[in-house]
């Protein structure tokens, strides 16, 4: 068998681990299942990453950045601030209906990071890259559409985040309410845009 280098393992055992706990869930994710996953030997998984802790921050990592490609992508260079900052809520927002956004394993995964002293580097770089982008977001928007921010932009990131955080955790645990967290997203983004100094109407924004 052809010798592979830890450089091209890498990202295989990574879209394993997620393959596999998207399926089952983290407290599955072992190294002994997410070597089993790709048809490897258990020790291939500690040559590559050295702990089952330091994988776990590669696949963090990796849904992060993929997250933030989807959001930045939806982005249209066309439109006001306000219509722009309410195309990118109804994209975040649209990824929670696609398994490839693994919206559901990041939330469990930021979850175990609570209690992993390991992972507390990678859950707060997380929600810092997150922030980071979306304040950049708001920033580059406002310059662009000439838009006089009423409030930081991290100000802003931040309120929305928590709020999207919220109706996030809201629609996982009660996925047939979907009316009802759109409606509470539409104010979400109304209340965001209010705080950057606009104003929205609730019904332009884009949510389906």
């Not at 299942?33 to 258990?42: K, P, S, T, Y």
């Not at 089952?52 to 982005?75: C, P």
Request: charge should be negative; hydrophobic fraction near 45%; aromatic fraction near 4%.
């Amino acid at each position: 068998m052809a010798h592979v280098s830890a450089a091209e393992r890498r990202p295989q055992l990574i879209k394993a681990a997620i393959d596999l706990m998207t399926r089952e869930g983290v407290a599955a994710g072992s190294t002994r299942a997410i070597a089993a996953e790709l048809g490897v030997a258990q020790a291939t998984v500690h040559y590559t990453f050295g702990t089952k802790e330091d994988l776990y921050r590669a696949v963090m990592e990796q849904l992060t950045e993929d997250l933030i490609g989807q959001v930045e992508q939806a982005a249209p260079q066309d439109a006001g601030f306000e219509e722009t900052i309410a195309a990118l809520a109804g994209a975040l927002w649209r990824t929670m209906s696609e398994p490839t956004a693994h919206q559901q394993l990041l939330s469990e995964l930021t979850m175990f990071a609570l209690r992993t002293p390991g992972l507390n580097e990678a859950r707060q770089g997380h929600y810092r890259q997150v922030t980071e982008v979306t304040a950049k977001l708001i920033t580059e928007t406002a310059a662009r559409t000439g838009h006089a921010l009423a409030q930081p932009a991290e100000t802003i990131a931040r309120f929305f985040l928590s709020g999207f955080d919220g109706l996030t955790m809201q629609h996982l645990c009660v996925p047939d309410e979907t009316a009802e967290h759109v409606i509470g997203l539409r104010a979400l983004v109304s209340a965001t845009v209010a705080l950057a100094g606009g104003r929205l109407d609730l019904a332009d924004v884009p949510v389906g």
